[in-house]
């Protein structure tokens, strides 16, 4: 592109208030990318509600065995997309807004770039009230700090009937209050039928509060593939919520129990669960 927008939000805004995509049309917004070592810097972005037109967010399921296959719904996602072969190449490292931020129904596909809110003092990205988010390849840094420098904000935050659905692989590099805290929404990997399991690779990182805050929500995780150490306690689940991992047998803490290793972070007395809650 000979004259490309100078922000993400510009270009957000743009496709906001002149285009109707009619339910046809894909739309992708492709950020530059420079090398791990000198990467194209870029601040955050918000996107509340959907674009005009918009149809689909995530690839529809696929219903049934049978030739030709029955697909549910349509996708012409709206996409903002790094590389990712290279997230590193893309960094958002914005100075005082989350890296992404989702609102009022906004449907977001978001793959190949590196999110780092330390500087900003807030969530790498927050997905809210009956938002869609689609993740792939994406590199967390560290999130906001705290008091002192301390852990204080999450990666990734989702709440008020949002879903979250992973379909490539992730890395978390830096430390967070929590990897990601969930409430009253569902988080879920790409669960067609055969679909290949999702890598989540820790490379150390704190997390005092849990990997895992799972409250009122539903956290089916039998499909992600972890790996790496970190510090802290695997989970806090509370008020009716559950964490799935297909690990167990039923009773509230099997999961963790009967498969200690499946998750990251460290059994201890504070992964809890609580208030009717099962890790199952």
């Known amino acids: 592109?000979?004259?490309?927008?100078?922000?993400?939000?510009?270009?957000?805004?743009?496709?906001m208030a002149n285009y109707d995509f009619q339910c046809r049309w894909k739309v992708t917004i492709q950020l530059a990318v420079g090398s791990s070592s000198q990467p194209d810097i870029y601040d955050g972005f918000q996107v509340s509600g959907r674009l005009v037109g918009q149809c689909g967010s995530v690839a529809p399921l696929i219903v049934g065995r049978g030739y030709p296959p029955f697909q549910m719904g349509k996708y012409l996602p709206f996409?903002?997309?790094?590389?990712?072969?290279?997230?590193?190449?893309?960094?958002?490292?914005?100075?005082?807004?989350?890296?992404?931020?989702?609102?009022?129904?906004?449907g977001l596909k978001i793959e190949g770039f590196?999110?780092?809110?330390?500087a900003a003092k807030v969530d790498g990205i927050d997905v809210f009230n009956g938002s869609l988010l689609d993740i792939s390849t994406i590199w967390f840094?560290?999130?906001?700090?705290?008091?002192?420098?301390?852990?204080?904000?999450?990666?990734?935050?989702?709440?008020?009937n949002s879903t979250v659905i992973f379909s490539g692989q992730i890395?978390?590099?830096?430390?967070?209050?929590?990897?990601?805290?969930?409430?009253?929404?569902?988080?879920?990997?790409?669960?067609d039928n055969g679909a290949p399991l999702i890598p989540i690779t820790?490379?150390?990182?704190?997390?005092?509060?849990?990997v895992f805050i799972v409250d009122d929500s539903i956290l089916y995780i039998y499909a992600f593939q972890f790996s790496g150490t970190v510090s802290g306690p695997k989970a806090v689940v509370m008020r009716n919520g559950v964490l799935f991992s297909n690990t167990g047998d039923g009773t509230a803490?099997?999961?963790?129990?009967?498969?200690?290793n499946f998750m990251p972070g460290s059994w201890n007395a504070d992964t809890q669960i609580l208030d009717n809650s099962v890790c199952q």
Not at 1 to 12: E, F, G, K, N, R
Not at 253 to 260: G, Y
């Open 79 to 106: 996409t903002v997309r790094g590389d990712p072969a290279n997230p590193l190449g893309a960094f958002f490292n914005p100075t005082l807004k989350q890296c992404v931020s989702m609102s009022d129904g906004a």
């Open 1 to 15: 592109m000979d004259s490309p927008w100078a922000t993400v939000q510009h270009a957000v805004d743009t496709l």
């Open 141 to 160: 840094g560290n999130s906001g700090q705290g008091p002192e420098g301390t852990p204080g904000f999450l990666h990734m935050g989702v709440a008020w």
């Open 114 to 118: 590196t999110c780092d809110t330390y």
């Open 253 to 260: 803490k099997s999961c963790f129990t009967r498969n200690p």
């Open 171 to 191: 890395w978390v590099a830096g430390s967070a209050q929590s990897f990601m805290q969930i409430a009253h929404s569902i988080v879920q990997e790409n669960s």
């Open 202 to 210: 820790f490379m150390g990182g704190n997390f005092p509060s849990g």
